[in-house]
């Protein structure tokens, strides 16, 4: 296993609710702390991503629980999504005193992460987007959200801030649509302490590949934070780690041990229908026989096949790799 | 206007929830029967659209409550897909308890649309289909699925059965995903008192052309109901009426007006950020535009242009219609 | 292996041109009976498709020679699509002249295969569909469609006449674009000698599961054909078998094995930028793998996880059939 | 009408072919210089878009000719995507020899607009990219990518360098895919005479507003120049101008008035079945009709309702603008 290791979002554990079933798929007898307990019985897993403040606001007692369970805070992601005072967007908000509101919130993420020693927070821009043509001033929102991401990055300059990029959803157009939009935005925002989040889906949704955009974010030096799941490219489906998409996974892999990647995989699925330990189980079972096989690429064979522009050998080689 | 007229769903007023902000983004202060006295106030509607049986459960005193608001009762949709009892199916739910279930609700629905005076209900079967490859036993499925819309038809055969097909959401995959899927699958029901309902969104979403869609529903005599609103193809995003596809509306609408359509004209917009009577009274606007234009089409020029092939001349010859 | 056995069009032996390639990616030294010999060397290989009249117009001297190669000939394409004269459609064509000449080449196909001792012609009318709104009249040109399909079989009742749809490309929207769509117009055309030809990649294109399309074709007893190849969904790419799509492509062998599929297995790659045999032959082994899979798989145990829709155990079961 | 004027491309004016149709749809009996002579009956149109060095290498006769017919050469398009010498890509190649030809070929073009008095050259490396995972090193095809721009430019820092991204075909991915990873690109290139030409199919291609991509690219100073066409998202469909996308095209006038563009409104479109002048005529209206409502839009009223975010309100006052 490359990176810091195995990492796993909270998401899974709560109950998966949609606009049809408000109330979730699934039941969720849990407290947060029960639902971290449940995360640390799964073999493998050493880190976990919170939700701020959502799941807690004070770090102090969340700190000594998670040592107590050997469990490493990857990542806070701030909640600037999730309610509708966000409905027009958070960063780039038009109104603002609601983006007085989300700074102001990112900042004192950030300071809780400091707290809970967590050493990155994520940025989310989910609402931060248009529906329909000629809703929004583009330009405007555009600088809005690159100075509201220098201004909370100044904030903490130690702690990194990783910006989560997406396509769609909640919004019909999310601004920070794609990887390299993103590396644009992170540039202008000039601060060394950003970077980007890239989530498989998320990517495959945008019509990249995965395994460039994370190359090319590392060619910034600005590649934080990885995460796993998959989808069929039309939507966020948020489903089990190479469900659909085996090659593209497995590239992406390849990539991350290429670039020397040094973050944590974190596991993001949704399952709506499907239990939460399992379908975690089921995609980790699927990642480590995916890094198994990109730790075997033997590189200087498959750069000679790259060289040659020669797709038969190389999905031949991915074969031989892969399957029975 | 033709057709039987203009008509909504109720959906416009409810919060509009998604699966990040749980608690909607409208704020809902009205009661069922409030509701139906603002939609009474939106002129050109007199028809509504009805939810089964979770905006009420007996006719009777909706009824009267119709009648003193001049409101036609155009529809009442059966409750299939809105609870975690449904999610792995309603109609061809492999679990035969759940779906001796929805059967007799459907059955009741049709009971309680008799009492109501409603000469429609409608199955959206949303939740039945799979989400991952290998999930589901298709064929069985499919007969169950046929299976049940016979035995509910047949239950009251002077109440009509329309089935409204999607592509995708809340599944990945929805089982009844086309316009000539669900005709085939009437087909096999083999009762004369089940059709199509067309959405306009859904027919966009599954790549279809609505209008071509309508016209082969109509080659059937099963074109019962239809949906207006819009989206970008990828999603049901429920926007309004003609703001995103202008020719395609036209279109849809010259179709419904020369295969002679007669049933309703329903609106069925989910305006997650916008206010529900503005984003009604705007797509009312679109739908007046649009079907005007439809009326004034000269069939025996537009014929012409068809018998050649002639985009640049329909082409034109719409714009002409319908910009200024 | 099951069904008849592994065919391979002559596709990839003709030069790959596109719009910006007029002359092809590839060199194309070889007449048709060497193309046919080089067929012939390739493994695992024993019928071909063959293209009518382009290729040859007489089959007499080709059965000999065919016969010579122990290949079958398990399929004629009807050229209605190579040239302008089909611009506005062949089958479905609006000027009369046209289509009866469509016509008449489809029933010349099936003199010629009678010669030549094939069984099935197909025909793909991918010229037959508009590419703007209001370009044509949808009823006449489905009408028109199941006439001529209708009168095509006709001619040669013991003949079987496969139908190949495809959602789009050359035309922007084709007419049979969908398998339910296409069972339709058959169920109409009213002839036992009509069936669907499943193109793997097509369906995928339509937004299907091939698997699905495979299943509900059976249960007409129309799947008369099978076409393998993979594409990333949004375009008809014809790349090399299973290398996007894994899982769906061992689903769709799978369905296959499970109807009891008794037609050919039959290769349609168009390897633009690849060499002609490897592109085959990796094809080939991928099939091979994909259907040794699928002939080990536990009906009862799949049926067992189906029965309980359980997504990851079968998610589970597949990897375990397919991966190291 | 603001830019520079109306410019067309002399794709239109070619026999349309594609891999189906390799003769093409269109008769083509006109030299070059008669092609040049049917664009400057057009009216209203006042320049062309050349490519080089497929319709001549010298540019002294065409200077005359041109002269004469009161045309002004917009842009000069590099050839880079038509022969099969560039299948594994031009400016990118990992093959040099290929690579240092299309270097060279483009300085030459740099030269030939100079002799002509035009005052721009295009690249666009449409057979720089991928077709399978795993094909090619990501990192060094980016690197060559932006080396070979910077080579280029700096050859003439005089001459403008207009930079076409698309996302695919004829690769099934092109590296340069979005406006983002264009300016990204160009930023690393470093010269100040590159920019980004955004054509309008290829951004709706890439799930872009084109709009907002305009916007984008004017904030760093780099849009070059623009091709109108329109398509359904899924494919380069380069159809007439406003035939699918109303209201993201008068987004788009309204944005490039907006931020002030200077340079030509450039069609490009492909009519594979429509006749030339036809097609171009109709796009020119749009062109009209649509630059004209965008210059009637009242900024402050727009702004206004932009700042409340106001989707009902922009969508209706766009109505108010283009429909009858």
Same mark, same amino acid.
């Given at each position: 296993?490359?990176?810091? *290791?195995? +990492? ?14 408000? =109330? *979730?798929?699934?039941?969720?007898? $849990?407290?947060? %702390?029960?639902? !971290? ?11 976990? &991503? ?19 369970? +050997? ?6 992601? #701030? ?12 960063? +780039? ?12 919130? +990112? ?6 992460? /400091?707290?809970?020693?967590? %050493?990155?927070?994520? !940025? ?7 529906? $329909? ?5 583009? =330009? ?10 220098? &201004?909370?990055?100044? @904030? ?6 990783? #910006? %989560? ?7 019909? @157009? ?21 970077? #980007? ?10 019509? &990249?590949?995965?395994?460039? =955009? ?11 934070? #990885? @995460? ?5 490219? *039309? ?9 659909? @998409? ?9 990539? !991350? ?9 974190? !596991? ?26 990109? &730790? ?6 498959? =750069? ?8 038969? *050998?190389?999905? %031949?080689?991915?074969? /031989?790799?892969?399957?029975?």
């Amino acid at each position: 296993m490359f990176g810091k *290791g195995l +990492s796993v979002a909270t998401v899974p554990f709560y109950p998966a609710a949609d606009r049809f079933v408000g =109330a *979730g798929y699934r039941k969720d007898p $849990y407290t947060f %702390e029960q639902k !971290l307990e449940r995360i640390a019985t799964i073999g493998d897993v050493r880190g976990v &991503e919170l939700s701020w403040p959502a799941e807690f606001e004070d770090p102090v007692p969340l700190k000594s629980k998670l040592r107590s369970l +050997s469990l490493t805070p990857t990542n806070m992601e #701030v909640e600037l999504f999730g309610s509708a005072k966000w409905k027009y967007g958070a960063l +780039s908000c038009s109104d603002d005193t609601i983006r007085a509101q989300a700074i102001a919130l +990112s900042k004192r993420c950030m300071e809780a992460a /400091e707290g809970l020693g967590c %050493e990155q927070i994520s !940025l989310w821009p989910g609402q931060d987007g248009w529906d $329909y043509p000629l809703q929004i001033d583009y =330009a405007d929102a555009w600088a809005r959200t690159i100075d509201a991401i220098h &201004e909370i990055a100044a @904030h903490r300059p130690h702690i990194k801030v990783a #910006v %989560e990029y997406k396509l769609k959803e909640p919004r019909t @157009h999310i601004l920070l649509a794609t990887v390299c939009k993103t590396l644009l935005a992170i540039a202008r925002a000039g601060q060394e302490n950003v970077g #980007v989040m890239i989530d498989f889906g998320h990517s495959m949704m945008a019509l &990249e590949s995965p395994a460039e =955009a994370a190359v090319l974010a590392q060619t910034y030096g600005r590649l934080f934070h #990885v @995460h796993l799941n998959d989808n069929y490219r *039309g939507w966020d489906d948020d489903m089990i780690v190479g469900s659909v @998409h085996l090659w593209e996974t497995f590239e992406f892999f390849h990539a !991350l041990r290429t670039i020397g990647y040094d973050g944590w995989l974190s !596991l993001d699925v949704f399952p709506y229908r499907e239990e939460s330990i399992p379908s975690i189980r089921a995609s980790l079972d699927m990642v480590k026989r995916l890094t198994d096989a990109a &730790e075997r690429v033997d590189r200087a064979r498959l =750069a000679a096949l790259q060289k040659n522009n020669d797709a038969v *050998g190389a999905t %031949e080689y991915a074969r /031989e790799l892969l399957l029975r």
